[in-house]
C-alpha cells in the first residue's frame, strides 16, 4: 500500500507545483503583452503624462534659452535718452566698434572763420553791461523781428545797458536780404561756416570769438536759443549779485552718459571721446558767462578736441580749464521743458523753452501788463 501510494502521492504533488507556475506564466505573458500595449497606445494616461512632462522640459529650456538672449542683449546696449538727462541706467557697454569712422562727429575747429556781416564797434557804442547773442538760422527772419519786439526791445534794464546781437552761419536766405536786414537793425553777425546742426559747436565757438575781440568791455554775456523766453528784468537783478570772473551758469547738467548707439541724436563713438561720463556742461537752450571766459575758452579749444554737441564740448573746455559751471541763485532759473504760460510763475524764472505753437506775441502782451505779476 505504502508502495502503491507513492506515485499518486507524487502525481498530486506535481499537480500541486505546476498550478503555481501556470499561473505565473499566465501573469507574466499578460504583463508583457500590456507593457507592449503601453508603448505602441498613446493614448494611456501614463504615457500622456510622459509625453506632456517631456513637452513642458523642452519649452521650459526654450524659454531660458531665449531669456539669456535677452539679458545678453540687454547688457550690450545704453539707455536711449539724451544726454540732457542726469537720471540714466548705466548698463555695460560694448567694446568700441572698429567700423565707426569718426568724420562726421568731430568739427572743424580751431579754424579760421571770417565775418561776412559784422558789427565791429556796436559793443564800444553801447557800452553794455549784458550782451545777448542769439544763433539763429538765417532764414528765420520772422523769429528775429519778434525777439526784438518781444524780449529783446529794453536796451536799458535797472539802469544798465543791454545789447542784441543774432548769430548766422551761410544758409538759404539770400546775402542781399541779409545786407537789409542788417544795416535796418544794426544786429546782425553772419559768419562763413554753414549753418547746420552738425556746426552748432563752430557756432558757438565763433560767437566767443567775437564776444572776446569786440566786446571784451562787458560784464556778461548770455547766449540763448530763438525759441525760448526770457525774463531780462530778472537776470539783470541775479548778475547784480554774481561773481563777474570764470563765471558760467545755467542749467547745469551733471554725469551725463554717452550716447553709444548709432541710432542716437546724440551718438558718439568710442573714437571721438572715450569716457562714458561727460564732464559737467550748462544746456545749450541758454547760459550766462563772464567776459573774461570767452578768451580761456577759445584758447582751451585749440587744446581739446572739437565735438559736435556744442554744450558738451564747452563743458569738455571748461575741464580743460579746471573750471566748472555753477548752479544759479535762482532756483529753477533756467527751464528746458516748457513752462505753462503763468503770469506769476513766469516773472520767477530767468528763461524757459516754449512750446512750438504758442503765440509769443501775446504771451508777452500779457506778461507785460502793467499790473503785479503775482
Given at each position: 500500500?505504502?508502495?502503491?501510494?507513492?506515485?499518486?502521492?507524487?502525481?498530486l504533488?506535481?499537480?500541486?507545483?505546476?498550478?503555481?507556475?501556470?499561473?505565473?506564466?499566465?501573469?507574466?505573458?499578460?504583463?508583457?503583452?500590456?507593457?507592449?500595449?503601453?508603448?505602441?497606445?498613446?493614448?494611456t494616461?501614463?504615457?500622456q503624462?510622459?509625453?506632456h512632462?517631456?513637452?513642458?522640459?523642452?519649452?521650459?529650456?526654450?524659454?531660458?534659452?531665449?531669456?539669456?538672449?535677452?539679458f545678453?542683449?540687454?547688457s550690450m546696449?545704453?539707455?536711449?535718452?539724451?544726454?540732457?538727462?542726469?537720471?540714466?541706467?548705466?548698463?555695460?557697454?560694448?567694446?568700441?566698434?572698429?567700423?565707426?569712422?569718426?568724420?562726421?562727429?568731430?568739427?572743424?575747429?580751431?579754424?579760421?572763420?571770417?565775418y561776412?556781416?559784422?558789427?565791429p564797434?556796436?559793443?564800444?557804442?553801447l557800452?553794455?553791461?549784458?550782451?545777448?547773442?542769439?544763433?539763429?538760422?538765417?532764414?528765420?527772419?520772422?523769429?528775429?523781428?519778434?525777439?526784438?519786439?518781444?524780449w529783446?526791445?529794453?536796451k536799458v534794464?535797472?539802469?544798465?545797458?543791454?545789447?542784441?546781437?543774432?548769430?548766422?552761419?551761410?544758409?538759404?536766405?539770400?546775402?542781399?536780404?541779409?545786407?537789409?536786414?542788417?544795416?535796418?537793425?544794426?544786429?546782425?553777425?553772419?559768419?562763413?561756416?554753414?549753418?547746420?546742426y552738425k556746426?552748432?559747436?563752430?557756432?558757438?565757438?565763433?560767437m566767443?570769438?567775437?564776444?572776446?575781440?569786440?566786446?571784451?568791455?562787458?560784464?556778461?554775456?548770455m547766449?540763448i536759443?530763438?525759441d525760448m523766453?526770457?525774463?531780462?528784468?530778472?537776470?539783470?537783478?541775479?548778475?547784480?549779485?554774481?561773481?563777474?570772473?570764470?563765471?558760467?551758469?545755467?542749467l547745469?547738467?551733471?554725469?551725463?552718459?554717452?550716447?553709444r548707439?548709432?541710432?542716437?541724436?546724440?551718438?558718439?563713438?568710442?573714437?571721438?571721446f572715450?569716457?562714458?561720463i561727460?564732464?559737467?556742461?550748462v544746456?545749450?537752450?541758454?547760459?550766462?558767462?563772464?567776459?573774461?571766459?570767452?578768451?580761456?575758452?577759445?584758447?582751451?579749444?585749440?587744446?581739446?578736441?572739437?565735438?559736435y554737441?556744442?554744450?558738451?564740448?564747452?563743458?569738455?573746455?571748461?575741464?580743460?580749464?579746471?573750471?566748472?559751471?555753477?548752479?544759479?541763485?535762482?532756483?529753477?532759473?533756467?527751464?528746458?521743458f516748457?513752462?505753462?504760460?503763468?503770469?506769476?510763475?513766469?516773472?520767477?524764472?530767468?528763461?524757459?523753452?516754449?512750446?512750438?505753437?504758442?503765440?509769443?506775441?501775446?504771451?508777452?502782451?500779457?506778461?507785460?501788463?502793467?499790473?503785479?505779476?503775482?
Open positions: 500500500m505504502e508502495d502503491g501510494g507513492k506515485p499518486a502521492e507524487r502525481k504533488c506535481c499537480i500541486s507545483y505546476r498550478k503555481p507556475l501556470v499561473i505565473l506564466f499566465f501573469f507574466c505573458t499578460f504583463f508583457t503583452l500590456y507593457c507592449l500595449n503601453l508603448t505602441e497606445n498613446s493614448s494616461w501614463t504615457y503624462l510622459w509625453s512632462y517631456l513637452q513642458t522640459t523642452s519649452q521650459i529650456k526654450q524659454q531660458n534659452t531665449t531669456l539669456k538672449q535677452l545678453y542683449n540687454l546696449t545704453t539707455t536711449k535718452m539724451a544726454p540732457t538727462v542726469a537720471q540714466t541706467i548705466l548698463l555695460p557697454l560694448p567694446s568700441p566698434p572698429k567700423y565707426i569712422s569718426p568724420g562726421p562727429y568731430l568739427v572743424e575747429y580751431p579754424y579760421k572763420y571770417n561776412i556781416i559784422n558789427e564797434t556796436g559793443c564800444d557804442e557800452k553794455p553791461f549784458l550782451v545777448l547773442v542769439v544763433p539763429v538760422a538765417p532764414q528765420n527772419k520772422e523769429d528775429r523781428q519778434i525777439i526784438r519786439n518781444t529783446g526791445a529794453k534794464i535797472l539802469g544798465k545797458n543791454v545789447a542784441l546781437f543774432f548769430l548766422l552761419g551761410l544758409g538759404k536766405m539770400g546775402e542781399k536780404e541779409i545786407l537789409e536786414e542788417s544795416k535796418q537793425h544794426k544786429d546782425i553777425i553772419q559768419s562763413d561756416f554753414v549753418d547746420c556746426n552748432l559747436t563752430i557756432k558757438t565757438m565763433v566767443l570769438e567775437w564776444l572776446d575781440i569786440y566786446c571784451h568791455q562787458a560784464f556778461y554775456a547766449k536759443d530763438s523766453f526770457l525774463n531780462l528784468p530778472k537776470l539783470m537783478e541775479m548778475l547784480q549779485n554774481t561773481p563777474n570772473n570764470n563765471y558760467l551758469t545755467g547745469v547738467e551733471r554725469a551725463a552718459h554717452v550716447h548707439y548709432q541710432s542716437s541724436k546724440w551718438f558718439v563713438p568710442f573714437e571721438v572715450g569716457e562714458n561727460y564732464p559737467p556742461y544746456l545749450g537752450l541758454g547760459y550766462v558767462l563772464s567776459l573774461d571766459l570767452p578768451k580761456k575758452l577759445v584758447e582751451a579749444s585749440r587744446e581739446v578736441k572739437a565735438l554737441i556744442e554744450d558738451v564740448y564747452l563743458g569738455m573746455c571748461m575741464r580743460h580749464l579746471g573750471l566748472s559751471p555753477r548752479d544759479p541763485p535762482i532756483s529753477r532759473a533756467f527751464n528746458v516748457p513752462l505753462q504760460y503763468n503770469r506769476c510763475q513766469y516773472s520767477r524764472i530767468i528763461a524757459t523753452t516754449l512750446e512750438s505753437h504758442t503765440d509769443r506775441w501775446q504771451l508777452w502782451a500779457d506778461f507785460t501788463k502793467p499790473e503785479p505779476h503775482c
